[in-house]
């Protein structure tokens, strides 16, 4: 099946430090890529969806300046935490659907933020 | 606003007993729907999901589903549970293939050998 790919899987960093997290798929096009954030024993929240060669349309409460979302390519999207506070601190997945209609998304596994 | 709602938090059940989680979305019309499990420090994976047909959907690892449209329900089964399966479980929807998909809050699922 089709497969995501997220780097890094863990990342620790000082407050007030920016982070970015890559998201690839690996063997399919992915017009469109989600960002969600999912807190520890809680859901996934979606933050924003990423669409190819445009800009990201962010959910209600996500701060677009704070989470830097550009999805350069059908395979590549990253999001970049800016100026990352502890609050910040959280599990980052992403997800991409493939450019046929129809398509499941498929998740990444995740990257694990910690600001200290 | 679209919304997936799941009725049990956190389930405990013994080996071999049968689980039933129930979801229930508030999409009217086409709807694609999924279940995922995340086992402990693990990723998300499918088990099963449904966009058309058939509204009874087998999954792996013996899981199944029922789409019950004039209930707005999808509900994830199995007959017999395993200490395997202890994780958490998320239902999740959205409208059309090209729409971004929302996640119900997870029922945490503990099986007792």
Redesign the interface.
């Known amino acids: 099946g089709a497969v995501v790919s997220q780097h890094p899987s863990r990342v620790i960093c000082k407050s007030g430090t920016s982070v970015k997290i890559e998201c690839r798929s690996l063997d399919f096009q992915a017009t469109t890529m989600?960002w969600?954030r999912q807190f520890p024993?809680?859901?996934?929240?979606?933050m924003a969806?990423s669409n190819e060669g445009s800009k990201a349309t962010y959910e209600q409460g996500v701060e677009k300046d704070k989470f830097l979302i550009n999805h350069a390519s059908l395979t590549l999207s990253t999001l970049t935490v800016t100026s990352a506070h502890p609050e910040d601190s959280s599990f980052y997945?992403c997800?991409a659907?493939d450019v046929f209609?129809?398509?499941?998304?498929y998740?990444?596994?995740?990257t694990r933020l910690l600001v200290l | 606003a679209q919304s997936v709602s799941q009725h049990n938090h956190h389930v405990i059940l013994s080996e071999a007993a049968s689980l039933e989680l129930g979801c229930n979305y508030s999409y009217g019309g086409t709807v694609n729907l999924f279940w995922y499990v995340q086992y402990p420090g693990q990723h998300l994976q499918l088990l099963l999901k449904y966009f058309s047909g058939d509204p009874l959907v087998k999954g792996i690892k013996g899981f199944e589903a029922e789409f019950i449209k004039s209930k707005f329900s999808f509900n994830l089964r199995k007959p017999s549970v395993q200490w395997s399966d202890t994780a958490e479980y998320f239902c999740a929807g959205r409208k059309t293939s090209y729409d971004k998909v929302i996640f119900g809050p997870g029922t945490s699922l503990s099986v007792i050998p």
């Open positions: 989600f969600y024993k809680q859901s996934l929240m979606l969806t997945i997800s659907r209609p129809g398509e499941t998304q998740f990444g596994p995740g």
